[in-house]
């Protein structure tokens, strides 16, 4: 299976990764500022400006990862935990578990990526100082790091969703209010405001500049941006509606099991094809040994389903995901996601399995209790 994401390591428990789509702004931004050296600098070889673009545009994203890393680090601080910082095509963003519960902590972890955006640039000014003197490039790559970092500070402080000047927005509404709800959505129209500016500015640079190329990717920004903001008010809203839902209440009850011993033939043909589900946890739900899904029967030729058991396919438990009786409805839906699960069990501490969750029906669910809590 092709894979759209890819995990660097680990920082202090963070997940570090890549989207395939970084790939694509990667080559965009070294070739753009290849050329630039190049024509600015017109005695550098082609070769020279083409190391210098790709040198620069790496410690660019480490600026970004480093960026994310302070919001990320001040949230651990501050008891709101982080899964991963993804660097993608539009920079990189860090995913935390949950909101910040206090607007003094969303305010602290919102300021901390400009701030360490801001100590870069000032890091690398001075040391394109400090090079002046010395092989051109290095001053040269530091100092478009030192001005790059300064952009995205300020770029970042515009108050809107889901810029982080947004997030320290809606924290200064939250904290002088006491409404998180009036506060997110005042962050949110900002998010709507700079991204309609934007699409403007773009709109500017198509018809009266003439610059097809910037134009049409200030649009994409801007899009990228509107739409994020309208994400985040719809999850907040999601997250509000759904704050006392637990796994319990949408699991179904009795999930649907499969002794161990069972031909995969005899599995296949007795009960996923007349019931229509395809996964199945192995053992009972006092005794769970493990899951096994459809796509686990193409591990092996049909020919040896007749012969091969459920137990040799299945994935262990050990390695299995599940969730708690008191996971959260958004934890849920969130997990499915990230990790491409059709189906998840609900297990106790005790490993029973007192429920099953699947996608469509964890929509559908969440869908109603979204509709009973309206007004």
């Known amino acids: 299976m092709f894979k759209t994401v890819l995990i660097l390591g680990h920082i202090r ?33 082609l070769a020279m400006a083409a190391a210098t673009a790709l040198v620069t545009a790496l410690l660019f994203f480490a600026s970004i990862l480093a960026h994310e890393l302070g919001h990320s680090i001040v949230a651990l601080r501050r008891g709101v935990p982080v899964e991963s910082i993804t660097l993608f095509i539009f920079g990189g963003v860090a995913q935390m578990e949950r909101d910040p519960e206090r607007a003094e902590d969303e305010f602290w972890i919102a300021i901390a990526g400009p701030a ?74 900002g998010g709507r405001v700079v991204a309609f500016l934007l699409f403007g500015f773009a709109f500017w640079n198509l018809v009266v500049i003439g610059n097809l190329i910037g134009g049409l990717w200030m649009m994409l920004i801007a899009w990228f941006l509107l739409t994020m903001a309208e994400g985040q008010g719809r999850m907040f809203d999601m997250r509000e509606r759904l704050a006392d839902v637990r796994a319990r209440d949408l699991a179904s009850p009795d999930p649907p099991c499969v002794r161990p011993e069972t031909t995969i033939d005899d599995w296949i043909h007795h009960d996923v094809l007349p019931g229509g589900r395809r996964a199945f946890l192995v053992g009972t739900p006092e005794w ?40 959260k409805a958004e934890a849920i839906l969130r997990m499915m996601s990230e990790r491409n699960l059709n189906q998840i069990p609900v297990m106790e501490a005790s490993g029973r399995a007192i429920g099953w969750i699947e996608r469509q029906q964890l929509l559908r669910t969440i869908e109603i209790h979204m509709d009973l809590q309206r007004p």
């Open 13 to 45: 428990g963070i997940r570090i990764q890549l989207h395939i789509s970084w790939v694509f702004i990667l080559v965009l931004l070294v070739a753009s500022m290849s050329t630039g050296f190049h024509h600015q600098y017109p005695e550098w070889s």
């Open 116 to 189: 360490v955006s801001v100590a870069l640039a000032l890091a690398f000014a001075a040391l394109a100082r400090a090079t002046a003197d010395g092989y051109e490039p290095i001053p040269v790559a530091l100092g478009w790091l030192a001005l790059i970092n300064l952009v995205v500070a300020i770029f970042n402080l515009i108050p809107g969703f889901p810029l982080d000047g947004g997030r320290v927005f809606r924290a200064v509404i939250w904290k002088l209010t006491g409404d998180a709800r009036r506060a997110i959505q005042a962050a949110v129209w």
């Open 288 to 327: 769970v040994q493990g899951l096994v899904s459809l796509s686990d029967s193409r591990k092996l030729p049909r020919e040896q389903w007749a012969a091969r058991r459920v137990d040799e396919i299945m994935t262990p438990v050990e390695s299995l995901s599940r969730v708690a009786p008191d996971t």
